[in-house]
């Protein structure tokens, strides 16, 4: 007689932070200004904020919202929800009230965790909802109808030593380009699985040191502290994205690998003209995201040796889907790459498989895709195609199989009924050595349907006019791609994490 065992797969995992501290206990865990935390330092605080969360009746599958900029508090909360089975809600701290509030009642938050500096809005949040708790981490300023969690008392209680990937780990409110956002569901799963599919890629060495300027409420920032704990390295965490101190941080702090988007990226090279250096070789990786990167920039960074490489990914991808190779990022200049090692991709055009070099949507698969969206089964449904997750953005696939993204499918223009991408159109207008950013969406025209407007920063002090730009452009673009109209403004309408809002580029209409 034949017996059948059937093994089932686990989905249980030693916690990694204390797995850090078993291995690596006075190794540097995260360094905020002049603060140093080491793994063990980091249990600790981590532990204790969990006790003192516990009395506030925060548990297993408690949604917690935290309305706070990096800092060590963020980091060591984002840990003691994991030790208590807690999901955590980051708010973007950008966000008006109206629309934070909306967010805290959808998620059904109990608990609204605030910084000091977030205070006065943080009231405002639970306004007429009594039966959210408010706190604050420390008393500081204004505590008035506050629990103050530094002066808690710890529970008692036996923390989890176990993380389970199949357990909600946050949910993450999608940056909202068009339409109401919808909050994606993060499992440590998709955390653990972008974490090795990006090692893999990437590589991984025991001295590496990230540094995360990016704010911990979008999932490029969050990545990276949950990424920090399964690797075992160090974080140099930055309050807010600053130019200079990025910098001087890279040159001073053994930075080796850093996240940033376009933008960041320009202000960043900027700043080094402005001193005449270059970046330390210690610096082996510079993760580029937020939408395709503008032709100038990646030849300035190949000019400059820089080693970066390109990435496409989303919330609901857990960040990185595609990313570049270090190896192929000067004979690929422009490809985001090709898929991480659990991701599957395919290009659809209209109903079928698109072929080699034809654009369509991108459509993602795999075990770091969300599962959907919390509370939203139609919108779920919506997104979902047998399991593919229409990402909504534009791209091909070249004969070697790397992704090139193009644009937003919602941010496509239809002029006479041909498909123009305003991407393509910024990366022209940003060849120009006068224009340091570049908009451009779809104004409704009468005759073609839609035509391409164009909004343009200028490099202070430029007095280029910008019929001088559109003559420029008319030299690299065909004549139904040349903006109808280029005008210069101050500055761009931009998301939290960077990425251009084409859809507020009408109201900088003069």
């Not at 595609?322 to 055009?349: E, F, N």
């Not at 001088?468 to 939290?496: C, D, S, T």
Request: charged share 15%; proline share 5%; hydrophobic share 45%.
């Amino acid at each position: 007689m034949t017996h059948i065992m059937i093994i089932s797969s686990t989905t249980l995992l030693p916690d990694w932070l204390t797995r850090c501290v078993q291995n690596r206990p006075s190794h540097l865990a995260v360094q905020f200004e002049n603060v140093r935390w080491s793994f063990a330092d980091l249990d600790h605080a981590t532990t204790r904020l969990a006790r003192q969360l516990a009395t506030l009746s925060i548990g297993e599958s408690s949604r917690v919202a935290l309305v706070a900029a990096n800092s060590l508090h963020f980091v060591s909360c984002v840990h003691a929800l994991t030790r208590l089975g807690a999901i955590l809600v980051p708010l973007n701290t950008r966000l008006s009230v109206d629309e934070l509030r909306w967010q805290v009642r959808d998620a059904q938050v109990t608990l609204l965790i605030h910084d000091g500096e977030h205070a006065t809005v943080a009231a405002q949040l639970v306004e007429d909802t009594p039966h959210i708790t408010r706190a604050t981490f420390s008393a500081t300023g204004n505590t008035d109808a506050l629990v103050v969690l530094d002066t808690l008392t710890e529970a008692e209680i036996s923390l989890r030593t176990l993380i389970d990937l199949n357990a909600t780990q946050a949910i993450l409110y999608t940056s909202g380009t068009t339409g109401t956002p919808k909050g994606a569901l993060i499992t440590y799963g998709m955390q653990w699985w972008n974490a090795l599919g990006s090692a893999l890629n990437l590589g991984h060495q025991p001295n590496d040191c990230w540094l995360a300027c990016l704010p911990f409420f979008h999932i490029g920032g969050l990545s990276i502290l949950m990424r920090s704990v399964i690797y075992q390295i160090s974080v140099v965490v930055q309050q807010k994205f600053d130019a200079h101190m990025v910098n001087r941080a890279i040159r001073e702090q053994q930075v080796t690998i850093i996240s940033v988007v376009a933008v960041m990226l320009q202000r960043m090279l900027a700043d080094l003209d402005t001193q005449g250096i270059c970046y330390p070789v210690t610096l082996r990786c510079v993760l580029l995201g937020g939408g395709p990167a503008p032709r100038p920039l990646l030849e300035a960074c190949v000019a400059r040796a820089l080693p970066v490489v390109q990435t496409y990914g989303m919330t609901e991808a857990c960040s990185q889907a595609v990313t570049l190779a270090p190896a192929d990022a000067l004979r690929k200049l422009g490809s985001a790459g090709r898929p991480l090692a659990s991701v599957q991709l395919r290009i659809m055009h209209e109903e079928r498989e698109a072929q080699i070099g034809e654009a369509g949507e991108i459509q993602v698969k795999g075990p770091t895709i969300t599962l959907g969206y919390a509370g939203r089964p139609d919108e779920t449904a919506h997104a979902f195609h047998e399991g593919w997750l229409a990402t909504g953005d534009i791209g091909y696939l070249d004969a070697e199989g790397y992704l090139y993204v193009l644009d937003r499918r919602s941010d496509l223009i239809i002029s006479g009924g041909e498909n123009i991408y305003p991407a393509e159109i910024e990366a022209a207008l940003l060849t120009h050595p006068a224009v340091v950013e570049a908009g451009v969406y779809g104004q409704a025209d009468s005759q073609w349907g839609q035509v391409p407007i164009a909004f343009v920063r200028m490099r202070d002090g430029s007095r280029v006019e910008p019929n001088e730009v559109l003559a420029y452009v008319a030299q690299r673009l065909a004549h139904y791609k040349q903006p109808r109209a280029v005008y210069r403004v101050a500055q761009l309408p931009r998301n939290a994490s960077g990425k251009l809002l084409r859809r507020e580029l009408h109201t900088l209409l003069p």
